[in-house]
């Protein structure tokens, strides 16, 4: 069998018809006012899942989020966790906790104060808030600092007292609100992987919110993909990037060429497509699309081959123009060719010999080719 | 140019504060003055101090007006602070901007009318005038000074603190005294400072809203000057001068200390 990128384990509960989801949105709609924040929205979370809301600020990812903590009640619709109806449960008698973007520190509170604070209100007896506040500091290796204040900590060192504090009481599902938003590039790579660790060692269950999306596709088992309110689809990061379902997608999530066309014949699991200038490309598609059907071809720069003479083999789609732009990163080369039709394809090849015999250079004539396997064809 | 005064400053800045402080200063120096007579210099003296302190009737006024004080400013600051919380929290409540006018207008009131409508009203209900009524009047205007410390502080709150005690599991009453009232208590601990002077020296509503045996140390003085200034009243403004800039020089300096230890605590944490 065929499949996407690569698997990180073992997990896909929503692939299984008898896994019971954990989360429940059912046709939740948020009307703040005259603007719909969430419009008709159903999606399902499984149990210890790391699933991501990426999306545009604005798109709703975050009220959903604020929905699921209690600090919003969808205008209609139903929230469920764990078979119940979350309606009318005030926030702090529900089982979830969340780790805030401004992270809202206590700042007049210790280290270990903020830690406890949860733990308080549920009357714990004070040796066993002790010992947990202990267990916390430890896994978020902050032991030295329990006694300083918020102000008295680096940014990152905030992000992890605040995590620690999510997660001091158990919940049964985090919420992450931009948890990485507001460190530098470097921590933020690391928390991404201290994050994933965590949340397999705990065996909770994270939704978090983002609109980097590279940081969901690091964490996430699945991704929601959301724009004005509506999820648009919800996939592993892998099919996400290489299968997207919409145009919307394909362009949001990564960098992508968009060739439009009509889909001129099919047979059994491939397509003609005809472009603006009559050129034709023969790509792979199962799905149903009648000839005559206006249609885009999705493929990533990295899915395309650049070369300077014609390229040989069957079954490749090939196309001749010239070498318009070109930007060398050192690990790889970003091409924009020119086509004949005057449409512009971005094309990147891994540079991985150091020397090239003949290497492209602007204004030089180049072929593109890609496989028929190489994009998918969208239809929306 | 930046950073040096120019002669044009040094002369502004001369007759300025000579403007604000030269009638002071000589409040002072003749306080300490021998002579009977405020004006004729008669020689280095403490006997003003002295007589001060067996001139009973001042002390009581002094007394009066420390506890009027005291009760006025705890009581506006709860409801000051309470106003501001419903001003700033409760946005959508119907005739919202209607209450934040009626708030904030005895900030803009003369002092007169505030004190001849209350004086009218307690009248017309039939309440004996005495430190009950003048504490209540001075709850009344201080109330407002206290909303409106209170409110700017509120207003730069980040409400996602509140949330947060919430999602750990605090009701809405536990998240007020655990969170909120810790994080805003110096606004409110200014509001009552503020609360607390502007009743000390309150002459125009203390006057029309007192009765016998409740005499403030600002109508003392004031009924007194009226048969002449006497150096034991300068005497009494010096204490006064004195009380309040010890009172504002401790806040300042511990304000200053706090900020202090505030950037080594950051300079501290960004050095890991």
């Known amino acids: 069998m065929k499949s996407f990128g690569s698997i990180r384990r073992n997990f896909a509960p929503w692939k299984d018809p008898a896994a019971k989801p954990y989360i429940e949105f059912r046709n939740v709609t948020k009307i703040f006012g005259d603007f719909t924040a969430v419009d008709n929205l159903s999606l399902n979370i499984y149990e210890r899942e790391f699933f991501a809301l990426l999306g545009a600020s604005g798109c709703g990812k975050s009220t959903l989020l604020r929905m699921l903590a209690g600090f919003e009640e969808p205008t209609s619709g139903a929230i469920l966790l764990d078979g119940q109806d979350l309606r009318g449960i005030p926030p702090y008698r529900r089982p979830v906790n969340m780790m805030f973007q401004s992270y809202a520190l206590f700042p007049h509170m210790t280290v270990e104060a903020n830690i406890a604070f949860g733990l308080k209100q549920d009357g714990m007896p004070k040796p066993d808030i002790e010992a947990r506040v202990k267990e916390m500091l430890k896994l978020v290796r902050l032991e030295q600092f329990a006694k300083r ?134 790509v792979e598609h199962s799905g149903d699309v009648q000839p005559g059907t206006h249609v885009a071809f999705a493929i990533r720069p990295e899915k395309i081959k650049v070369s300077s003479k014609q390229p040989v083999g069957t079954g490749a789609n090939a196309m001749q123009g010239e070498v318009w732009d070109l930007a060398y990163l050192g690990d790889m080369t970003v091409y924009h060719i020119k086509l004949d039709d005057g449409q512009v394809v971005k094309a990147s090849s891994l540079n991985s010999a150091r020397i090239h015999d003949d290497p492209l250079t602007w204004s030089d004539r180049a072929w593109i080719s890609f496989t028929p396997d190489a994009g998918v064809v969208l239809t929306r | 140019m930046q950073g040096k005064l120019s002669r044009f400053n040094i002369v502004s800045l001369v007759f300025g504060f000579a403007f604000l402080y030269l ?101 017309a209900i039939g309440l004996d005038r005495g430190m009950f009524t003048v504490t209540l009047a001075h709850v009344t205007f201080s109330m407002c000074f206290v909303a409106v410390v209170v409110q700017s502080r509120l207003l730069s709150f980040d409400r996602s603190l509140e949330e947060a005690a919430m999602d750990l599991g605090a009701t809405p009453t536990r998240t007020f005294f655990h969170v909120t009232l810790p994080v805003i208590m110096p606004a409110i601990v200014s509001g009552w400072m503020l609360a607390f002077t502007l009743s000390l020296d309150d002459l125009v509503i203390a006057s029309f809203t007192s009765g016998p045996g409740a005499t403030t140390l600002p109508m003392r003085i004031y009924s007194q000057v009226r048969l002449g200034v006497t150096p034991e009243i300068n005497a009494v403004c010096t204490l006064l001068i004195a009380f309040v800039t010890v009172g504002v020089l401790t806040a300042a300096i511990v304000n200053k200390r706090r900020d202090l230890q505030r950037q080594r605590d950051e300079h501290a944490a960004l050095r890991g």
Do not use: C
């Open chain 1, 149 to 282: 204040k918020p102000h008295q900590l680096s940014g990152g060192q905030r992000q992890r007292v605040a995590l620690a504090r999510s997660v001091a009481k158990r919940p049964k599902v985090l919420l992450l609100d931009e948890p990485l938003g507001a460190l530098d590039k470097k921590l933020r790579e690391a928390t991404q992987f201290e994050l994933m660790d965590l949340q397999q060692d705990l065996g909770l269950t994270f939704v978090v919110v983002t609109h980097d999306q590279e940081e969901a596709m690091t964490m996430a088992d699945r991704i929601a993909i959301m724009d004005k309110g509506q999820v648009m689809q919800v996939a592993t990061p892998a099919e996400v990037y290489e299968a997207p379902s919409s145009r919307f997608v394909a362009d949001f999530v990564g960098n992508v060429n968009m060739l439009e066309g009509e889909v001129a014949s099919r047979d059994e699991n491939r397509v003609v497509i005809t472009g603006a200038s009559g050129a034709q490309i023969t």
């Open chain 2, 23 to 123: 009638p002071i200063v000589l409040l002072v120096i003749y306080s300490f003055n021998a002579s009977r007579l405020v004006t004729v210099w008669g020689g280095f003296s403490t006997r003003w101090y002295v007589s001060l302190f067996s001139n009973q009737q001042l002390i009581d006024a002094a007394w009066v007006t420390f506890r009027i004080a005291v009760i006025s400013a705890t009581v506006a600051t709860v409801l000051g602070t309470m106003a501001a919380l419903a001003l700033t929290r409760y946005t959508r409540f119907r005739g919202r901007f209607l209450f934040s006018g009626m708030v904030f207008a005895p900030l803009v009131m003369p002092e007169v009318i505030t004190g001849l409508s209350l004086l009218l009203l307690f009248v």
